[in-house]
């Protein structure tokens, strides 16, 4: 690329502000808005609690929270990238389906896992009621194992559901890695082994960073689970603070500083790797052709790729079976159920598909204009993820019915027609809600897809005559048309699970899956919440194949 | 993929707004309570009346929502468990004051506010569940400390508002210190985390787990009706209720209530609701349904309920328990209740 045509290119998009930067910026904003909100609340009244939460609730569960993410990002970390590297360096007899199956976990909310295996572990459950009867021993008083209410069980737990998240971006990155360079590290002598650790595993760092920052935000997230297994982590004591003591001030001062720790925890990360470059070259790489296992070791490689979908997926997923046929004679669907299906899919569709147009708003400006400002606005669009549902919750409820409520009056007022709480009551405001959370996976994807094709493109492109829209939708659009639909389908899984966030700001008379599923669980009608637990998982399947298609059509 | 998704967004769009038929009359609930407990008491109503109910369940955050929407908000009715939650409802004023005399003639006056800014509608217990086969009769809640209880015991969260009463109850009879200590010895006496529901408590005593486990009253009713399925009933089947009481006190019994919104837009509805919710067939259908404690004196318990034997309301008032709350709160966290160590 000649100096000069960047140069110009430069001064181009110095001179004036497209319309791509602002409307990330308007994406920023709206993002920013209830995190905004939130630190307001934090600094509106702090009093005397502050120095409670300070000595007795944040040590403790500052500390819980770093141990069962730091558990957690080494299980999902191990777990993720050893299977993407199995099914990406090896060919083995049923590599094709544990290529997507190891997927699978993802349909599953953190919260189902931790009630199945509290159920199938119980000392009244299948698995040790079989070594009872192998052992001989009648009743659990006799002969059980210990408890998996512990910080342990939780780790496990959450690695095995979460690794997809590590599994997909890894993944991805090896089999974009090419072939080139692997075969430049094994002319010098590094043996296949060694090759995953000396070249494979750190050009995939930053790949492996984005899955696993994905799958600790979901920790961070997690209030169910949590509940089950009797860990206090920073997001219980969010809740404690809240609704126990009725003090929403210390609840936020506590998600802020849980804000502050996430991007810490960011920044450190980009800071270790900021001497680092990672460019893949513009021609399109050869694939690493994966080596052919035989016999025992072709077993071996089967047994390893589907022992995370058993424990991550099959598991919960029989448990949910078992539990749905047991307690219901097969009578259908109920309608609320079908009702509450109909909403998910509906909403979590809208919701992503304003996380794609905003996701690619954001991560195009960077491209067009790369610099402090469009940098920013993609940091900062970012943030939604990195704060608990609930209290993202909060920060959107409140500037959305001051809106509502404005316009209601204005409304009254000026035509002597209510409109009611328009957002709110629309369910506008849940998509608001998931769109400013989810934000940071389109983001991040969309980022990482554009950031692959070489900027001689666009100059290529700009050179023959295209306008910046031309560029766009002839080049930019099918060349990242795999990471916009990866991140799609993420986000929709994800939408999809959402539970706190959607029981706040849900109209009345609406139900979602997961609210429903919510609901009976409280009530401790399981027979109903086995059904919508299994359509949760059922309907976030879907997605899932069409997520494994991707990433082995971006091969082909 | 996206068109279809879009279309699909659109049609339920649609739809959400068409859910809400053109009812005559209606009555909108916020609850932090789950709906389906008591939707076959608010069917009987429309029944009866006419009058559509629409409800939505907000676990946490009703006051928040509802104070956010202030004078546009559709909200009516407010609903919630836990004394000391229905009178945050009143303290964060979005309650308005209601006089009837059919609920005054129906709900006993310890039991509502007496300027109508709240109302009980049905109690339950703190009680004890113990294993069948165990020796014991009785039991108070100072007892619960005792050390030959050591690792046997299981209980949900200490901040759970259902424990957090019962703490700020001891705190309110014994004063702090000695409230500390007997709240370090239940800590001791841990079985398994402070994790999950009541219900796990039953499930725990079946599963060998622990021998005793504190829990609500009406939960027993729910697993041994078998209303929760075969397993639960199981469950149920493992265990006796003990009504245990403090000592040379009565037994702690907490409410479930509702208030009127402050800027309700169906009042009238509302408040016929409210008084249809205090009615002798309703108060029925509430201890028949959910086991509760009926507040209205024309209906009885359930037989279920019935064989814990008599319950006998601590004298203490609610609202003497009341101040105590956050510190019990608080109280939790400085021992580290919810962490488990033994």
């Not at chain 1, 990330?24 to 934090?42: D, E, K, Q």
């Not at chain 1, 610099?371 to 606005?377: F, I, M, N, P």
């Not at chain 1, 940071?440 to 295209?466: K, N």
Request: proline fraction near 5%; charge should be neutral.
């Amino acid at each position: 690329m000649s100096a000069i045509a960047a140069g110009r290119l430069k001064a181009q998009s110095a001179s004036r502000i497209s319309p791509w930067a602002v409307t990330a910026f308007a994406v920023a904003a709206l993002v920013l808005l209830p995190v905004a909100t939130i630190a307001l609340i934090a600094v509106a009244d702090t009093g005397t609690l502050w120095n409670h939460v300070l000595v007795h609730v944040l040590p403790q569960s500052t500390w819980n929270t770093l141990v069962l993410m730091a558990g957690t990002g080494i299980v999902a970390v191990a777990v993720g990238t050893g299977a993407a590297w199995l099914v990406s360096a090896y060919d083995f007899r049923g590599r094709g389906v544990v290529e997507w199956a190891l997927l699978l976990p993802l349909a599953v909310p953190t919260y189902i896992m931790a009630y199945a295996y509290l159920d199938i572990l119980s000392p009244l459950g299948p698995i040790q009621g079989a070594i009872r009867w192998v052992l001989g021993f009648q009743s659990p008083r006799q002969f059980r194992l210990p408890d998996i209410r512990s910080m342990w069980a939780a780790v496990l737990i959450f690695g095995f559901v979460l690794y997809p998240y590590v599994y997909l971006t890894a993944r991805a990155m090896f089999l974009t890695q090419s072939a080139n360079l692997l075969e430049a590290a094994r002319t010098l002598g590094v043996g296949r082994g060694k090759l995953f650790w000396r070249v494979a595993l750190p050009l995939a760092r930053p790949a492996i960073a984005v899955g696993t920052a994905l799958a600790l935000m979901e920790v961070l997230n997690d209030v169910g689970a949590a509940q089950f297994l009797g860990i206090r982590t920073l997001t219980a004591s969010v809740y404690t603070t809240w609704v126990v003591r009725a003090d929403l001030a210390g609840a936020a001062q506590i998600a802020v500083s849980m804000l502050v720790f996430v991007m810490a925890l960011v920044l450190l990360e980009r800071l270790a790797r900021r001497n680092q470059r990672y460019a893949a070259s513009a021609q399109r790489p050869r694939p690493m052709p994966p080596q052919r296992l035989r016999s025992w070791k072709s077993l071996v490689a089967l047994g390893l790729g589907v022992l995370p979908v058993v424990i991550g997926f099959v598991g919960p997923a029989l448990y949910l079976i078992v539990a749905a046929v047991k307690r219901m004679d097969f009578a259908g669907l109920s309608t609320p159920l079908l009702r509450a299906a109909l909403n998910t899919v509906s909403v979590s569709a809208l919701a992503t598909l304003a996380v794609l147009m905003a996701g690619f708003a954001v991560a195009y400006a960077a491209r067009l204009q790369p610099g402090r400002a469009t940098g920013l606005a993609a940091r900062v669009a970012t943030l939604g993820y990195a704060v608990p549902g609930t209290v993202l919750a909060i920060g959107i409820l409140i500037p959305v019915a001051w809106f509502d409520r404005s316009l209601d009056g204005v409304m009254r007022a000026s035509f002597g027609w209510s409109t009611g709480l328009l957002l709110l009551g629309s369910g506008a405001a849940l998509v608001y809600a998931y769109a400013a959370r989810f934000l940071a996976i389109s983001v991040g994807g969309i980022e990482a897809g554009l950031s692959r094709l070489p900027l001689s493109y666009d100059h290529a492109s700009r050179t023959l005559g295209q306008s910046a829209g031309g560029t766009l939708v002839r080049v930019h659009l099918p060349l990242t048309h795999t990471a916009l639909t990866a991140a799609g389908l993420l986000v929709f899984v994800d939408c999809m699970k959402e539970l706190p966030a959607t029981l706040l700001l849900r109209p009345l008379n609406f139900e979602s899956l997961s609210t429903l599923l919510y609901g009976e669980a409280v009530r401790g009608t399981y027979e109903d919440a086995a059904i919508a637990a299994l359509l949760i998982v059922a309907i976030g399947i879907l997605p899932v194949i069409l997520l494994a298609r991707t990433g082995r059509l971006s091969r082909d | 993929m996206l068109k279809i998704a879009k279309t699909l967004g659109l049609v339920s769009l649609l739809a959400m707004g068409a859910a809400v038929p053109a009812f005559a009359e209606e009555v909108n609930i916020y609850t932090t309570r789950e709906p389906g407990l008591i939707q076959p008491i608010l069917d009987a109503f429309t029944a009866e009346t006419g009058v559509k109910v629409n409800t939505v369940f907000l676990e946490n955050g009703l006051i928040e929502r509802v104070q956010a929407e202030g004078g546009s908000s559709p909200a009516d009715i407010l609903m919630t468990v836990d004394f000391g939650a229905l009178i945050d409802l009143v303290n964060a004023g979005i309650t308005q004051p209601v006089k009837s005399e059919a609920l005054e003639a129906n709900i006993p006056a310890a039991l509502r506010d007496a300027d109508g800014n709240w109302f009980a509608l049905s109690g339950r217990a703190r009680v004890v569940y113990a294993a069948k086969e165990l020796e014991l009769d009785s039991i108070t809640y100072e007892q619960l400390s005792d050390e030959k209880w050591r690792g046997k015991l299981c209980i949900r969260s200490g901040q759970h508002p259902y424990n957090t009463a019962l703490i700020a109850a001891y705190m309110a009879k014994h004063g702090e210190e000695a409230t500390r200590t007997w709240l370090e010895g239940v800590k001791a006496n841990q079985a398994r985390a402070a994790a999950g529901g009541d219900r796990d408590g039953a499930r725990d005593i079946a599963a060998g787990i622990c021998d005793i486990a504190v829990a609500n009253s009406y939960y027993f009713g729910l697993m041994a009706s078998g209303k929760g399925g075969e397993e639960q009933k199981a469950w149920a089947d493992a265990i006796k209720v003990i009504v245990p009481t403090f000592e040379g006190g009565g037994t702690l019994v907490n409410v479930s209530g509702a208030a009127v919104a402050a800027h309700a837009p169906n009042k009238d509805e509302a408040v016929k609701l409210l008084e249809y919710l205090a009615s002798e067939p309703a108060q029925k259908l509430y201890a028949e349904a959910n086991f509760e404690f009926p507040v209205n004196a024309k209906a009885e318990v359930h037989p279920i309920i019935a064989t814990m034997g008599t319950v006998t309301p601590d004298s203490m008032a609610l609202s003497d328990v009341l101040p105590f709350r956050k510190r019990a709160s608080e109280l939790v966290d400085e021992i580290s209740f919810d962490t488990f160590s033994n």
